[in-house]
T-cell receptor, first 113, second 114 residues
Framework: AQSVTQPDIHITVSEGASLELRCNYS??????LFWYVQSPGQGLQLLLK??????LVQGIKGFEAEFKRSQSSFNLRKPSVHWSDAAEYFC???????????FGTGTLLAVQP | NAGVTQTPKFQVLKTGQSMTLQCAQD?????MYWYRQDPGMGLRLIYY???????DKGEVPNGYNVSRLNKREFSLRLESAAPSQTSVYFC?????????????FGEGSWLTVV
């Protein structure tokens, strides 16, 4: 079975501070992993994806994520958060054998001025 | 580029009414998906279709039916709507493996069942 866990439901950071959002997965093979961002009342925007190669992946808006197979993790990072980054972030896993894309429950990010 | 188009964007139904959410993609993708999004639960997979003419159940299929009549379109039907089906519904399609299996989403359909 495949699953995605985002342990942090809600995170608050100060503007300019660094950010790390956690994502753990369960899957029997190498997964395709994604991070999406959703602003209130909006659809989902792809931030970045990993499917092979370099385990440090760069995305849009200054985000990056690191795939760690030994820890079954794909954490999202940003060195300096901007107020416009306040949104909900979803980690997702696509399993080629199942053809399913499964999401975590999301992490809501608040940014303090 | 249109990408993934969902209709309607907003809908209010009475309990017991039926309706169909339409989804179409113009990217020639084989796989398409329907999700529902509820607060604190993320996106949950309702049904998916690996190719034209095939459909499979996801995590929460009860109360829904789907139809994949052609490669472009994947519709979701609520035969007898219930208040528990009040949610935001997203349709998605998936690029081929050579393109990294990226999933593209529609803008969502807000459904309220009263």
């Amino acid at each position: 079975a495949q699953s995605v866990t985002q342990p942090d439901i809600h995170i608050t950071v100060s503007e300019g501070a660094s950010l790390e959002l956690r994502c753990n997965y369960s899957y029997g093979a190498t997964p395709y992993l994604f991070w999406y961002v959703q602003s209130p009342g909006q659809g989902l925007q792809l931030l970045l994806k990993y499917f092979s190669g370099d385990t440090l992946v760069q995305g849009i808006k200054g985000f990056e994520a690191e795939f760690k197979r030994s820890q079954s993790s794909f954490n999202l990072r940003k060195p300096s958060v901007h107020w416009s980054d306040a949104a909900e972030y979803f980690c997702a896993l696509y399993g080629g054998a199942t053809n399913k894309l499964i999401f975590g429950t999301g992490t809501l990010l608040a940014v303090q001025p | 580029n249109a990408g993934v188009t969902q209709t309607p964007k907003f809908q209010v139904l009475k309990t017991g009414q039926s309706m169909t959410l339409q989804c179409a993609q113009d990217m020639n993708h084989n796989s398409m998906y329907w999700y529902r999004q509820d607060p604190g639960m993320g996106l949950r997979l309702i049904y998916y279709s690996a190719s034209e003419g095939t459909t499979d159940k996801g995590e929460v299929p009860n109360g829904y039916n789907v139809s994949r009549l052609n490669k472009r379109e994947f519709s979701l039907r609520l035969e007898s709507a219930a208040p528990s089906q009040t949610s935001v519904y997203f349709c998605a399609s998936r690029a081929a493996a050579l393109s990294g299996n990226t999933i593209y989403f529609g803008e969502g359909s807000w459904l309220t069942v009263v």
